[in-house]
């Protein structure tokens, strides 16, 4: 472990935003620029603080490191634990790139400056929280915390479906679907957690306490029956897991596209995230039971999400669906339970957050120079945005897994990973990736080539190096592990080993129950 | 694997990465500056074609055991290592230097070509990009690795071809390039993994790398572990790359597409390099297709229906590159079917020799182009004296491609045909008629395009500046000399085929019946081809619908994908899930609102009423029990 002195970086990652939010609320709101400012340096801090913390993670030690352990209320064994192992600080770091760059692109919004910025900045810190806490309370806390600031975020600042020129899907009814479903997902989950901490019998809900509690004792097979089924689908929801997806693509194209950069980007992943370390990682027995069901669903995400993707004429949709649909990769490599699977299942996590995060900023920038992100009515923007097409491109092939970008080494990882034991699924995954280059060359000739449409107002691109700057670290930072995807992967694989390995402790305890679902699926 | 001992330095990894190397520059410094783009561009390759140079120069003095293979590790993890790096031997040292020394030239050709273009900068960064994918496939040391390049060099080839984005036909073409490719890729990734999947029974074992295959491919076939089921399985599906790649029928439908982009771009990539990249991992990846004669009977016939159905097409086409185009498709047709027969080291000859002549026509052509802005024959003619070097060019070109006797052409294409004299009559007889076509088509576009007078005069139609007939000379001259260089004995042929006489006099009369054909038709106009097109009136029909591929695949895509199974999936979505199951349970949750609502009357002494008759129910219960 770093020297003790050193885990203020990891709440420095944490509170910079919180502390930012709330100094904002004291910042005049006529005073738009320090707003701004202050939004800036903050996420500007935390994603110093995550790229220190990426550096400098001791991996010869691997486990959690930068603790921090501050116990609160004692009588329910609940402490404000920081902590992050390999996976938590890919996230952070994801979370970091996207939180820094959506705070950029949100220079497009000029109405109401301060109070979105104060919204925007309490997600950040959710995310944050649910990325770095080690204590199952916090986790749950953080996770609410970052899903109700969306409700003001897209009900205010949104924009509404339009097809054809009509409203489809208002703002109002994208917000309210969106609170309305990841709480219900949030309490499903409550009720498995509270369920997990009281059949412990620990009286602690840190997680580190849990994780050893459990590795030893393993809760009983018949709860973890029960326990795994609430946990996966309640945060499955957030997931978004088929067929509780369709709350997503709706909220991604109504929010204004910084909050569906950080929407699709992170907090997404909250759900697989969640499931990876709530779950699964807790309960082997039941994973073991239930994934096999995971499995298959995330078929669905992928081919039908990839489908209805394919039938979709609003920019944003196209990518709300198309988000839904890699997901389902995450899903399945931690469904598919092997380290290859689960390390490309993490990889994608960040892979897929930069380049959906890249893609909505695009698109936002589209929308907010044309007034319409309905493809029918877009075409040879190119010529006037040379440099959004180049990155249009660039987001599309990352998408539809072009070597170089990191999608295609996650991509790569989870499909092997697959293949011994779900052999259909691995095969109908890489059928995923025909359907998305569909999709998205799609997009890109809708939009960016042919003929330029001459009713559209004149678009002007994004030509000053700041205005540059969130598409460039989003582009720099997928190609940079796509080249070079060793030192992350190897990162990511030190935390989830020990997963595997205690999965497969579980089950040479317990032949049985592993025989069973096998020859009944 | 690495050989210990034999120092090559950094010249291979020099060779792979100085296009990548130019590529990036170019982003980064040379997007808004042409003359520094175009230097790069040609600087990086250039260097790239003098080291793979001295590193043959090298091996053939110091004789060194090839192969040689030096690479660093790109994924690691327990169960699956991944490594990136350099493969040596006859066959990728003999790719690299047709891909750098032809691509040097047509880098060359393509800053005077593209002079006038506003994306200059962004086309030579695509292309040197372009190059690095290539020679990532042509030096992989691994299956994946090779995919890598395989995927990259499909961007490039989408980029490039939409150059002119701003025209549909493009971007279109671009697309639908892109597309068949991913389709293809979808069989090429599944048996590359299947293979790897299959390559040991111990999961820490399984390996990508082509020389550990090679070695253990025997070993795992003895012990059973992998079926001659399960082995022809992946071979099929890792012909379906080579299928996409290379443009064999079924999926050949976007190379003449492809022709909306740049012409050097056609010459590069969609003739003397790329397609062939499908051709060289058969070839690659021999070792692997020798066990299983299943798969190399499917590759022959493939080959062969390609040829002789793609000559068809060129017959009655009249746009200059798409007469090109489908020769090229015939042509990688002979070289496929090659590999069917097993003839893996006439297919690379052919390759090569492929490469130098129909770059040279392509450039040619584009020539041609560029002096006429016309690309229909009927609308050209006369050039032979306004544009001799060019015409002189694609005439060599031509011939060469026909296999006129002494040129390059003749003695692969020879090679070709006398395996499959040997090996498969019917296939022979395909290749014949090829041959025959070939030399028919070609003198055809040579005669109305050049020979012929103009219907209009080119007076403004004059050669092309020396920056672009300097790549055709040398071009030029690599298309009648390459049948002398020993290619064959380089590539490991030891036999060498001895062509029969009966298949050289048969070749001899075909070229001679097709030029003769021509002639007669276009020049002495003694037969009309009005006669020929009226006798084969169902047969022109067909072939004007190009067999009806591009029919199929629209209304496939057009109405079965996107209007059936998409709609499909979009309404599912839309009245199922979102309608019904989603907006259903909030109907519900309010409607269960409104009917419980109505207890809250406000009127007091209901309430009263609810709340005397419980405390009675209540206390009844208690003392009844």
């Known amino acids: ?521 | 694997m690495v050989n210990p001992g034999l120092n090559v330095g950094l010249l291979p990894w020099l060779t792979l990465f100085s296009p990548l190397a130019a590529a990036a520059a170019i982003l980064v410094f040379g997007i808004h500056h042409r003359r520094l783009s175009s230097s790069l561009a040609v600087g990086g390759l250039a260097l790239s074609f003098v080291s793979a140079a001295c590193l043959l120069l090298h091996v053939l003095q110091h004789r060194l055991i090839l192969p040689i293979e030096t690479a660093v590790t790109w994924i690691s993890l327990p169960d699956l290592t991944v490594s990136f790096g350099v493969l040596l031997d006859p066959l990728s040292l003999l790719m690299t230097l047709v891909v750098t020394g032809v691509g040097s030239g047509i880098f060359l050709y393509s800053t005077s070509y593209m002079s006038d273009d506003p994306g200059y900068s962004r086309y030579f960064g695509v292309l040197s990009l372009f190059a690095f994918s290539m020679l990532t496939i042509v030096l992989a040391t691994n299956w994946l690795q090779l995919f890598l390049g395989w995927e990259l060099v499909g961007f490039s080839s989408y980029a490039l071809i939409g150059h002119w984005y701003a025209k549909p036909a493009a971007a279109d073409a671009g697309k639908k390039a892109f597309m068949v490719n991913r389709v293809a890729d979808f069989g090429f990734m599944l048996g590359i993994i299947a293979l790897w999947a299959w390559s040991s029974p111990l999961a820490s074992e399984r390996t990508f790398s082509f020389q550990v295959l090679q070695a253990r491919l025997p070993h795992l076939l003895e012990m059973g572990w992998l079926t001659p089921h399960v082995l022809i399985g992946i071979g099929l599906l890792i012909f379906c790359g080579a299928l996409g790649k290379s443009a064999q029928m079924p999926l050949h439908v976007w190379l003449p597409d492809a022709m909306e982009g740049p012409t050097p771009v056609s010459a590069l990539i969609h003739a003397a390099t790329m397609v062939a990249a499908g051709v060289y991992m058969l070839c690659r990846a021999f070792w692997l297709f020798e066990h299983i004669p299943m798969a190399l009977q499917v590759i022959a016939w493939v080959g062969g229906i390609t040829a002789c159905a793609a000559a068809m097409l060129a017959l009655i086409e009249n746009d200059l590159k798409r007469i090109l185009a489908y020769s090229t498709l015939s042509q990688l047709g002979y070289m496929v079917m090659a590999v069917g027969l097993g003839g893996e080291a006439a297919a690379m000859y052919h390759l090569t020799t492929h490469a130098f002549f129909k770059a040279l026509l392509f450039l040619a052509a584009g020539s041609v182009i560029h002096a006429t802005h016309r690309q229909n024959i009927w609308e050209l003619g006369g050039l032979h004296k306004a544009m001799p070097i060019t015409s002189w060019s694609f005439l060599i070109g031509g011939l060469a491609l026909a296999g006129f006797p002494g040129l390059s052409g003749f003695f692969s294409k020879e090679a070709i045909l006398s395996l499959a004299y040997e090996r498969n009559g019917v296939l022979y007889l395909l290749g014949a008629m090829t041959a025959a076509l070939t030399a028919f088509y070609i003198a055809r576009a040579w005669l109305v395009a050049f020979f012929r007078p103009a219907h209009d005069s080119h007076a403004h139609a004059h050669e092309s500046p020396s920056v672009m007939t300097g790549p055709l000379i040398v071009l030029a001259g690599l298309s009648i000399v390459a049948g002398y260089l020993g290619l064959p004995t380089f590539l490991g042929e030891h036999e060498a085929h001895h062509g029969s006489p009966v298949v050289v006099a048969v070749s001899l009369l075909a070229v001679g019946g097709g030029f003769g054909l021509a002639w007669l038709i276009y020049v002495q106009r003694a037969i009309s081809s009005a006669l020929f097109l009226e006798r084969f009136r169902g047969w022109v029909w067909v072939l004007e619908r190009k067999y009806g591929f591009d029919q199929l695949y629209n209304w496939y895509v057009d109405v079965v994908q996107q209007r059936v199974i998409a709609q499909a999936c979009q309404l599912v979505e839309r009245h199922l899930i979102i309608g019904f199951a989603v907006n259903g349970t909030a109907w519900l949750t309010q409607a269960a609102g409104r009917v419980i609502r109505r207890c809250q009357t406000g009127v007091i002494q209901q309430y009263a009423l609810v709340f005397v008759t419980g405390v009675v129910v209540l206390v009844y219960t208690a003392i009844r029990r």
Not at chain 1, 142 to 158: D, K, N, Q, S
Not at chain 1, 381 to 396: E, M, Q, R, W, Y
């Open chain 1, 1 to 521: 472990m770093p020297p003790l002195s050193s885990s203020w970086i990891l709440a420095l990652v944490l509170l910079a935003p919180a502390a930012a939010a709330l100094l904002l609320c004291v910042v005049p709101a006529a005073q738009a620029v320090w707003v701004r400012r202050i939004a800036v340096l903050a996420t500007g801090a935390s994603l110093a603080g995550a790229l220190t913390i990426f550096f400098h993670y001791n991996r010869a030690l691997a486990g959690y490191q930068y603790e921090m352990l501050v116990p609160w209320i004692s009588s329910l064994g609940i402490s404000f634990h920081l902590g992050v192992d390999g996976i938590g600080t890919t996230l952070v770091l994801l979370h970091a790139l996207c939180a820094f760059c959506g705070v950029l692109i949100s220079y497009a919004i000029t109405d109401r400056v301060k109070e979105y910025y104060i919204f925007y900045l309490v997600l950040i810190t959710g995310v944050f929280g649910v990325f770095t806490s080690l204590d199952v309370f916090f986790i749950y806390f953080f996770y609410e915390m970052a899903v109700i600031p969306m409700y003001p975020l897209i009900g205010i600042w949104g924009s509404d479906v339009k097809e054809h020129g009509m409203v489809r899907f208002s703002k109002e009814y994208a917000a309210m679907k969106l609170t309305i479903y990841l709480t219900a997902g949030a309490v499903l989950a409550l009720v498995g957690l509270l369920w997990l901490y009281a059949s412990s019998g620990l009286q602690t809900s840190d997680l580190v306490a849990l994780e050893h509690h459990f590795s030893l004792t393993p809760l009983a097979p018949h709860l973890q029956r029960m326990i795994f089924p609430l946990l996966v689908i309640g945060f499955g929801v957030i997931a978004p897991m088929w067929p509780f997806h369709s709350w997503s693509p709706i909220g991604h194209a109504a929010a204004p596209s910084a909050v569906s950069m950080l929407h699709a980007g992170v907090l997404m992943k909250l759900g697989s995230y969640a499931i990876l370390r709530l779950a699964v990682s807790l309960m082997p027995d039941g994973a073991r039971l239930w994934l096999p069901w995971l499995a298959g669903l995330c078929v669905m995400n992928i081919i039908y999400g990839g489908l209805v993707a394919m039938a979709q004429k609003d920019l944003k949709l196209i990518i709300g669906y198309s988000s839904s649909s890699h997901m389902g990769y995450v899903l399945l490599g931690i469904a598919v339970l092997t380290p290859v699977g689960l390390n490309g299942a993490v990889l994608l996590m960040f892979a897929h957050g930069l380049m959906t995060a890249l893609a909505f900023a695009l698109v936002g920038h589209v929308y907010d120079q044309t007034h319409t992100r309905y493809l029918p009515e877009l075409g040879g923007l190119a010529k006037s945005l040379p440099f959004i097409a180049t990155c249009g491109v660039i987001a599309a092939m990352a998408s539809s897994g072009l070597p170089g970008f990191a999608n295609f080494v996650a991509e790569l990882l989870v499909i092997v990973g697959a293949w011994d034991q779900y052999r259909l699924q691995a095969v109908l995954a890489v059928l995923g990736v025909v359907i998305t280059s569909v999709y998205m060359l799609r997009l890109v000739r809708g939009t960016f080539f042919g003929q330029a449409n001459e009713s559209l107002p004149h678009a002007r691109d994004a030509t000053t190096p700041f205005a540059r700057l969130p598409y460039l670290i989003l582009t720099g930072a997928l190609l940079a592990v796509g080249c070079w995807p060793k030192p992350l992967i190897s990162l990511i694989d030190l935390s989830t080993r020990p997963i595997i390995a205690r999965i497969a402790r579980a089950q040479a305890a317990a032949p049985g129950v592993g025989s069973t679902w096998r020859e009944s699926y």
